[in-house]
């Protein structure tokens, strides 16, 4: 499985963005995907995911109400859309896979896309 994210960028706060992250492969096996995001000086943190086979959603508390994660799964993409962007949004975000085959799970990351948000 290749995760690759685009759609970062630099956005005032109150502001949008949407990432994606294209997924190829083995993409049969994902078992779940999601959004991570690690800003400087702090460890990566869960943003939101969802399951490859209902589609049910996860959600962080920061971002509530605010970021909506979702699939289309004839495109083989992910997208987060974040509105209402806030400076402690700001950090790098990494598309995440876990993959179920075999009997065993894996994951795999994106090389990770910078969102940048100024007051």
């Known amino acids: 499985v290749q995760l690759v994210e685009s759609g970062g960028g630099l956005v005032q706060a109150g502001g949008s963005l949407r990432l994606s992250c294209a997924v190829s492969g083995n993409t049969k096996s994902i078992y779940v995907m999601g959004w991570y995001r690690q800003a400087p000086g702090k460890q990566r943190e869960l943003v939101a995911t969802?399951?490859?086979?209902?589609?049910?959603?996860n959600y962080a508390d920061s971002v509530k109400g605010r970021f909506t994660i979702s699939r289309d799964n004839a495109k083989n993409t992910m997208y987060l859309q974040m509105n209402s962007l806030k400076p402690e949004d700001t950090a790098v975000y990494y598309c995440?896979?876990?993959?179920?085959?075999?009997?065993?799970?894996?994951?795999?990351w994106g090389q990770g896309t910078q969102v940048t948000v100024s007051s």
């Open positions: 995440y896979a876990q993959s179920y085959r075999g009997g065993g799970y894996y994951d795999y």
């Open positions: 969802i399951t490859g086979s209902t589609g049910t959603t």
